[in-house]
Structures are given as C-alpha cells and as structure tokens.
C-alpha cells in the first residue's frame, strides 16, 4: 500500500505543480484583461489562450449587448475580427498555391485580367505583403454602408487610382489589395470567394463560428457594436463590410480563431513548408526587412521569442492573434469596441503563460 501511495504521488505531483501554475497564470491575466478593460472601457472581450494544443483558458468579460446585459462567451460571441481576416484569406490563397492554381509571383492581370496595367507589374506575393503600391482607405470609405454583392464592385473603389510607389520599394499597408487577392482567388478557383472560403478554409480547419459580416442580415450571437465618446460607451454607426470581405469583413469567436491558429501549427492542413512561407518576412528591393509575410505579421518581444499573428481593427471591433510558435502559445482578443486601446494586452496575457509554463 505504501509503495502504491509513493508512486500515486509521483505521477500525481507533476500534474497538481501544472495545475497551479496554470491557475497562477489565468489568475494574473484575469487582472490584467479586467484592468484594461475598466481603464479603457471595453464594453466587452473574449479571451481564449491554448497551450501545447489544447485550451487553456477561454473566458468573457463584460457585455455582448449592454442594454440587454447579454454576456460575452468565448465559444459563441461574434466579433468583427477587422484585418484578422486577412489571415483567413492567406490560407486560401495557399492552398491554391499548394495545388498549383496560383503562381505568387505571376503578374495579377493573370488572374484579374480586368484589373488595368499600372506603370509597373504586380504580384500576389506583393499584394499579400503589402509591397504593391496600392493604395488604402481614403475620407469616409472606412465608414461604408453600401452593399457591394459582388468582389469585383469592391475594386471600383481604387483599380483606377494610380499606384502610391513602385511595387516592392515600400510597405504600405492596404486593405484594398486583399480585394484584389480575393478577386484572384475566385478565378484561380473558378469559384465564388466566400464559397472558397467554406470549403477550404472554415469546413476542413471545423471553424463553425466564422462567418461573413452580412450587416443587412440577422445573425445569431453577433455581438453589438460600439465606440467611445466623450468618456462614453455609445452604438458604433451602421457598416456594411461587403466591400473588403478579404481584408476586413468577417466576424468569429475567439475560440474559432484558436481553431484556425491550431490548423498552422498542427496537423496536415497545410503542406511542409507553406507556414514558413505565410509567415517568413518579405523585403524590400532594397533589402529591407517589412515584418510582414503573407497576411502575417512577425516579429521577437523583448526576451527574443518568435512570433507571428495579426491585429485587427473595425468599427466597434479590435482584435488580436498572437501566435508563439516555437512555446506553442495561442492568444486571441476580441473586443466590440472601435479603437480599443489594447496597451498589448495580448503580450501582456502570453506573458503570464510563457512564465508559468
């Protein structure tokens, strides 16, 4: 009986010292997001952190809808996830690399013969790192309410507009090219882009919760929208994200985004190699470094870790996912609210599971 009990504590012990570190960790981050969220008056947020591949910590605080005191959950909450989206459309883009439909650096008129010759070619690859020159949000645009039913209405907007700077001499970021990508997309697959997007991206990676942001439709557990004024939380104005469906328009849970983070970082979704290539930064021509792969951004904190991820803001939504690879931590924000002063929380929160590990 004796030997039985030294050797139940021996296999036991490990897992009690894990289970306390990790209730150290969520009970820092839990102060952390609470105090960020009061300073900053966050309406609501959805954090969800995984762990070597399973889920850690997923918890809501505050209010999908204030009025109705209706509570934010992680599993289920709909946020406008802004430029997050651009991710999910890299992944499509390269599954039609990874089946030979899509040449990178192929001029785009090979894939949107109706988009005009600029003075200088443009490629996917720049256009996915931003290097194309295109140009990006311009006056009230940000704020549009018209419903575009198709991708193609969405390049009315700039395909005409000159180039800002020659292909791959400068980073500049641009929502608008991410509508050209998805034109691509479409042609490459002969297939309507937010089609594509189910049957390669959200059905294979189980992304049950991640839709397009159809603001003209009723969408259960869509959370409402809201901004700061004047010290005070009020409804952000109606949107219709139709024009960037690839670069900004759709909504997900935190939880989901786990999901897709896990769908890179594990299993067969993607073939050896495409990670590197979604994330791995481009340069300039002249050699500069931008941080910036194929709808990734990349970079080290300060104790030199690897990370890749992207924010995203829209209106009544700011979002973050930070991906530690090598740690194989997942951190996902979201929270409906415009401009919401995050003051990094998402490294903040990674922190705490980094140092507890």
């Known amino acids: 009986m004796k030997r039985q009990f030294i050797a139940l504590l021996f296999i036991s012990l490990p897992v009690l010292i894990f289970a306390q570190k990790r209730t150290i960790a969520i009970d820092k981050a839990q102060t952390i997001v609470q105090k960020t969220s009061n300073d900053n008056l966050f309406p609501g947020v959805a954090v969800s952190v995984a762990k070597k591949g399973k889920l850690v910590w997923s918890e809501g605080f505050g209010y999908a809808n204030i009025a109705a005191k209706e509570p934010i959950n992680p599993a289920q909450s709909l946020f406008r996830i802004g430029s997050i989206s651009k991710p999910l459309t890299a992944a499509a883009m390269i599954k039609l690399v990874e089946a030979n439909k899509i040449d990178l650096d192929a001029p785009i008129q090979t894939y949107v013969p109706e988009f005009p010759e600029k003075k200088h070619p443009i490629s996917l690859r720049q256009l996915a790192g931003h ?43 641009s929502s608008y090219g991410w509508n050209l990508i998805s034109a691509a997309i479409e042609n490459a697959a002969k297939e309507d882009f937010l089609s594509f997007m189910q049957t390669a991206v959200f059905d294979p990676l189980q992304l049950s919760n991640t839709y397009p942001d159809h603001a003209d439709r009723e969408q259960a557990n869509r959370v409402h929208f809201y901004l700061v004024n004047n010290n005070e939380i009020q409804e952000a104005p109606y949107v219709d994200n139709s024009y960037k469906w690839a670069g900004g328009g759709f909504l997900s849970t935190s939880e989901d985004l786990i999901r897709f983070a896990h769908g890179h970082i594990y299993g067969d979704y993607l073939a050896e190699g495409s990670l590197e290539m979604l994330t791995t930064s481009q340069k300039t021509k002249a050699g500069k470094s931008i941080n910036y792969g194929l709808g990734w951004r990349s970079g080290e904190d300060k104790k030199g870790r690897k990370w890749f991820g992207h924010s995203g803001g829209s209106v009544g939504g700011t979002s973050y996912l930070l991906i530690f690879p090598e740690e194989e931590l997942v951190v996902v924000t979201l929270v409906n609210l415009s401009s919401a002063r995050l003051n990094n929380l998402p490294f903040r929160i990674a922190e705490q599971f980094l140092s507890n590990p």
């Open 131 to 173: 290097l194309a020159g295109i140009r990006h949000y311009r006056g009230i645009e940000f704020m549009s309410q018209k419903k575009y039913e198709t991708v193609g209405e969405g390049l009315d907007i700039f395909k005409d507009d000159p180039l800002i700077n020659e292909p791959g001499t400068q980073y500049s970021y």
